[in-house]
């Protein structure tokens, strides 16, 4: 079964740091481009962060970007999202998926909650 494994999410107070790591299992995802995205209550999905199948060109959501880094290991099927300095407002449901994204893909993400 082919699947993506969001983990590393948990609760941090403002201006912490978490890291996030994304697992793909049943097949390689090496030649995609990769994507985090974000869902807080309420609210609709957002991009967040990509990465293209070399690691060398990078994308970022202006409400992260100098706090954020995503990066990938392909021998280990892996994508990671480095969040330093968090906000209240970053507190959500972390996803990742391929580009563009399949509806497939979607995982049970990973809870972020950053308190002030």
């Known amino acids: 079964q082919v699947r993506l494994v969001e983990s590393g999410g948990g609760l941090v107070q403002a201006g912490g740091s978490l890291r996030l790591s994304c697992a793909a299992s049943?097949?390689?995802?090496?030649?995609?481009?990769m994507d985090w995205f974000r869902q807080a209550p309420g609210k609709a999905r957002e991009f967040v962060a990509g990465?293209?199948?070399?690691?060398?060109?990078?994308y970022y959501a202006d409400s992260v970007k100098g706090r954020f880094t995503i990066s990938r290991d392909n021998a280990k099927n892996t994508v990671y999202l480095q969040m330093n300095s968090l906000k209240p407002e970053d507190t959500a449901v972390y996803y990742c998926n391929i580009r563009p994204a399949d509806p497939a893909y979607w995982g049970q993400g990973t809870q972020v909650t950053v308190s002030s």
């Open positions: 990465v293209n199948w070399s690691g060398s060109i990078t």
């Open positions: 049943g097949r390689t995802f090496s030649s995609y481009t």
